[in-house]
């Protein structure tokens, strides 16, 4: 590649300093060997380098420090094990163990619970709790750690999230009893939390829709609806005052102690919507603590559980679940079905990937049936903040055919798409779903 030198700037003025003249070498990199991003030429092979791993060592030369090298060594224990340290560091992309048969390993966390421990806590050191957290998941996937995390010592060390409550979920009837307290504990440490952020917005959002569930022609000034008031009374408009005369109002009427909502949540328990199951768990506890709502909470694989006396504890809700096995969504609304009283007072929410393992057309007429008795239907493709899963689009094509749009559901977007669905109002579907 032929490289030009600026030669337009003024000369230096005589006895100064010369300034090195910029040099495009067609990279972005100047003659000192900075790029675009005030990245030197040895900061940029020390990244790569961790990038790569120990088999890009000649290609990236980099005299590591003790802390890369700690957290070099870190990072090869999870991404190079098995792959006998060729083709660089693989990360989440990584293909398993071991290739060309050679059975040799560049490093490794080995299967002993010591091991993993010190390795959690030197990623605890060297990385954000956001990477910790994905690097965890990696190492219970990629290297099949998820028996170990049946030993207490290990679940105290291990950085706390939903995915880690989802795992626990689906391996709690395999623990020992030994493990199970230590287990819990940490389930209920993050479902608590997650608690906290979750619960106020959701009993103001949808405490707000309940206010508002009934008309009245009496409303206090405050619930007053001003839209429907004046669609009401454009036959007492007169115009050489360019107003019109309110006779009627129109306006919501304040909740009363009765219940004014039923509430059905029907859950897939397959294995893809463990994240899922976990918010849905959670919003259940928040949901059973409005007395306005009457809220129902069925799980279900090829085998319903209706968990509605438990949903106080969505502990005991999540501990209650069988994640993992087939799908009969079908059987599930039938079940959910024989459970409404008053349809136009009842708000079903099915939160599935819509493969189903039962009789297609008739879990279409079930939805159909509800939706024309007055049940506001809600499907969601997942209820986390992993995005959609892979779904059967043909499925979620024919409930969206039937006015009930199939969409992933963030935890921070579900108190408005019940408000909605409460109020009788356009779901509010994302741009993106």
Known sequence: MTTTADTSSAAPEPGAEPRPQAVDTGSGIDAAGIDAAGIDEAERMRRWRLVLGG????????????????????????????????????????GSGDPDGSGERSASLSGSAPAVVRWLGDIREYFPSSVVRMMQQDAIERLRLDQLLLEPEMLQAVEPDVNL?????????????????????????????????????????????????????????????????ILANLKNYLPEYGTVVPERLVGYARAQRSTKKDIILCIDQSGSMAESVVYSAIFGAVLASMKAVSTRLVVFDTSIVDLTDQIDDPV??????????????NRALAYCQSKITRPADTVVVLISDLYEGGIRNEMLRRVAEMKAAGVQFVALLALSDSGAPAYDRQHAAALAALGAPAFACTPDLFPDVMAAAIDKRPIPVPETA
């Not at 809700?317 to 009969?328: A, E, H, Y």
Request: aromatic share 2%.
């Open 55 to 94: 088999a890009a060592a000649e290609q990236c030369p980099s005299n590591l420090s003790r802390a890369d090298a700690a957290m070099d060594a870190a990072l090869a224990a999870l991404y190079e094990a098995g792959e006998g340290g060729a083709g660089g560091r693989r990360g989440r992309r990584g």
């Open 165 to 229: 409550v989802a795992t626990l979920v689906s391996l709690h009837r395999a623990m020992p009893e030994t493990t199970r307290t230590t287990a819990r504990q940490v389930v209920d440490g993050v479902v608590k939390q997650l608690e906290r952020r979750l619960a106020d917005h959701t009993r103001s959002v949808i405490g707000g829709a309940l206010d508002r569930s009934a008309r009245t022609s009496r409303p206090r000034h405050a619930d007053i609806d001003w839209n429907r008031t």
């Open 316 to 329: 005991d809700v999540l501990f209650g679940t069988r994640l993992g096995g087939g799908t009969d969504i």
